[in-house]
């Protein structure tokens, strides 16, 4: 009799972590899923090396990664795909533009001028050129 209780829960025992072990590859699997998916990336800097007929392109400035951590330096990348499908087009850019790119795994997904703030209207305020305020 005695027997027959230990059987049946050391059987118990086997479910209990057959069960345990199948959640926890399934977890891993799932871990190891999200890992694979690149992280996206943003650079803003100039354009210092382009090939238009190769679709590659390389853009010094600062790297900014999905957690807003900015570092300074070059990224070299290749014409990817937007999100609508269709290839980044590199023919309107030249070396020296400044530039905006977002990217990820080396492939870039959106290219555009980078803004400049003295260029952007500001609602009805006219841009004045003119001397400097004195410094008092």
Known sequence: MMEMKIKKMFSMF???????????VAVAADNAAKAAKPEPMKAEG????????????????????????????????????????KIVQLGKFKVGDEVEVSYSDGKASAIGYLPHPELIPMGNVPIQPGPAPAIK
Do not use: H, R
């Open 46 to 85: 100039k354009i210092v090396a382009l090939n238009v007929a190769k679709g590659t392109f390389t853009v010094k400035g600062k790297i900014i990664n999905s957690k807003k951590l900015i570092t300074f330096g070059q990224v070299a990348l290749k014409a990817g795909v937007d999100v609508d499908g």
């Open 14 to 24: 086997l479910v209990f972590a057959v069960g345990f072990l199948l959640v926890g």
